[in-house]
């Protein structure tokens, strides 16, 4: 996949919005541990950059998924990765299957809104005691007339303690956990009120403070069933095609890791040490080099990705290829980023430092690395030949 000038300009559009309405405030932000989504998202609605590739009947620009990737891009350039994540969520995790499967009143209802930035979306997969292990999770919903009326906790959810609606994935009957699911759109707010029965608690991470992320508690919330996405039993299998537009989304963020690389290189060409810079180390100049060409090669993986799900392939595998790549890689490159610009590099405002606490988020949220790994054999046919 090559980006042609669209999409090159779909990027520096973006920048241009970081570096005049992001990263001036994301200091802030980190301090506060949570950036204003609603301002923020209702700027960004504004000039489109919400709904890329949503279709055009609901605001959005109806464009391929090539051009979320660019957007993702650009998004990894903000200098604190919690709110290209709080974004990301908004537009490549609480939203697609909303889009692809929602009835036409459920995304005039919902999806239209947060396109324009009108509404804060989450995402509400994981539990306490069901994070990658999607299929046993156990919040539930059981139908009550025209309603589902709703029971359960979800755990780890980004903007949780802004959200107006979540994309909530629950048991709706018994059976098969990968046919018992349903995915439902679920209003946390209405009229500046939290929705009866909802509970929201604040908890506090290693890294990403600029995103706010709570654990959600539903007792007995009553929803029109008409806020159920597609079919009843289905949620499974739409979360897990959501899955892989967030697994790209991620990785494609982690490939602004090169800005990393090329400050560090300039500290330490400014950066004297026995009577010369540090750049004029070769080890430090063959690392660099190492993890630059690493992060090239995670490039072309994201791209052979995403040119395969634009083209309708199964693009499971390579998405958690890339996923799996990106966290390690880009954690790997603040590190060495970290190491070599020394004792400044370790203070606790320093970019690089902060970079190291978000990017080591990749390996965790969004499936494990380690589920990353299973996905990959099973592909492979290798779990096929155990015992």
Same mark, same amino acid.
């Given at each position: 996949?090559?980006?042609?000038?669209?999409?090159?300009?779909?990027?520096?559009?973006?920048?241009?919005?970081?570096?005049?309405?992001?990263?001036?405030?994301?200091?802030?932000?980190?301090?506060?541990?949570?950036?204003?989504?609603?301002?923020?998202?209702?700027?960004?609605?504004?000039?489109?950059?919400?709904?890329?590739?949503?279709?055009?009947?609901?605001?959005?620009?109806?464009?391929?998924?090539?051009?979320?990737?660019?957007?993702?891009?650009?998004?990894?350039?903000?200098?604190?990765?919690?709110?290209?994540?709080?974004?990301?969520?908004?537009?490549?995790?609480?939203?697609?299957?909303?889009?692809?499967?929602?009835?036409?009143?459920?995304?005039?209802?919902?999806?239209?809104?947060?396109?324009?930035?009108?509404?804060?979306?989450?995402?509400?997969?994981?539990?306490?005691?069901?994070?990658?292990?999607?299929?046993?999770?156990?919040?539930?919903?059981?139908?009550?007339?025209?309603?589902?009326?709703?029971?359960?906790?979800?755990?780890?959810?980004?903007?949780?303690?802004?959200?107006?609606?979540?994309?909530?994935?629950?048991?709706?009957?018994?059976?098969?956990?990968?046919?018992?699911?349903?995915?439902?759109?679920?209003?946390?707010?209405?009229?500046?009120?939290?929705?009866?029965?909802?509970?929201?608690?604040?908890?506090?991470?290693?890294?990403?403070?600029?995103?706010?992320?709570? $654990?959600?508690?539903?007792?007995?919330?009553?929803?029109?069933?008409?806020?159920?996405?597609?079919?009843?039993?289905?949620?499974?299998?739409?979360?897990?095609?959501?899955? $892989?537009?967030?697994?790209?989304?991620?990785?494609?963020?982690?490939?602004?890791?090169?800005?990393?690389?090329?400050?560090?290189?300039?500290?330490?060409?400014?950066?004297?040490?026995?009577?010369?810079?540090?750049?004029?180390?070769?080890?430090?100049?063959?690392?660099?080099?190492?993890?630059?060409?690493?992060?090239?090669?995670?490039?072309?993986?994201?791209?052979?990705?995403?040119?395969?799900?634009?083209?309708?392939?199964?693009?499971?595998?390579?998405?958690?290829?890339?996923?799996?790549?990106?966290?390690?890689?880009?954690?790997?490159?603040?590190?060495?980023?970290?190491?070599?610009?020394?004792?400044?590099?370790?203070?606790?405002?320093?970019?690089?430092?902060?970079?190291?606490?978000?990017?080591?988020?990749?390996?965790?949220?969004?499936?494990?690395?380690?589920?990353?790994?299973?996905?990959?054999?099973?592909?492979?046919?290798?779990?096929?030949?155990?015992?």
């Amino acid at each position: 996949m090559l980006y042609t000038q669209q999409h090159r300009d779909l990027m520096d559009s973006l920048r241009r919005f970081i570096s005049a309405e992001i990263d001036p405030h994301v200091d802030e932000w980190e301090a506060a541990e949570i950036f204003p989504a609603h301002e923020l998202f209702k700027k960004m609605g504004a000039l489109g950059f919400l709904g890329i590739t949503k279709p055009e009947a609901y605001g959005g620009l109806g464009l391929d998924f090539s051009y979320a990737m660019a957007a993702s891009e650009a998004l990894g350039y903000v200098r604190a990765q919690g709110v290209g994540m709080g974004i990301g969520v908004q537009t490549n995790m609480a939203t697609p299957a909303l889009a692809a499967f929602g009835s036409d009143a459920l995304r005039r209802e919902f999806l239209a809104p947060a396109i324009a930035g009108d509404m804060v979306a989450s995402i509400g997969v994981s539990e306490q005691g069901a994070g990658s292990d999607v299929a046993s999770l156990k919040t539930r919903a059981r139908r009550d007339g025209d309603d589902y009326v709703i029971s359960g906790s979800k755990m780890w959810i980004t903007n949780g303690t802004q959200a107006d609606w979540i994309c909530l994935l629950c048991n709706t009957s018994d059976g098969s956990p990968h046919k018992n699911k349903s995915l439902i759109v679920v209003p946390l707010r209405e009229n500046g009120k939290r929705v009866r029965g909802v509970e929201i608690q604040k908890i506090r991470k290693f890294g990403m403070w600029s995103s706010d992320t709570a $654990q959600i508690f539903l007792d007995e919330v009553r929803v029109p069933a008409r806020n159920r996405i597609g079919e009843e039993g289905m949620g499974f299998i739409y979360q897990m095609k959501q899955f $892989q537009e967030e697994r790209l989304d991620g990785a494609a963020r982690r490939l602004a890791a090169i800005m990393w690389i090329q400050e560090t290189a300039d500290y330490l060409g400014q950066r004297q040490a026995f009577g010369r810079p540090l750049l004029d180390n070769q080890y430090i100049q063959f690392k660099l080099a190492e993890l630059k060409t690493e992060l090239e090669a995670l490039r072309g993986l994201i791209y052979l990705a995403t040119q395969t799900y634009i083209e309708g392939g199964d693009v499971v595998e390579l998405a958690s290829m890339a996923k799996l790549k990106a966290g390690r890689l880009s954690r790997e490159i603040a590190e060495w980023c970290m190491q070599f610009q020394g004792g400044m590099g370790y203070t606790w405002d320093n970019p690089v430092s902060r970079a190291y606490r978000d990017y080591r988020l990749c390996s965790i949220g969004g499936g494990a690395d380690e589920v990353m790994l299973m996905v990959i054999a099973r592909h492979m046919g290798l779990m096929a030949r155990r015992g």
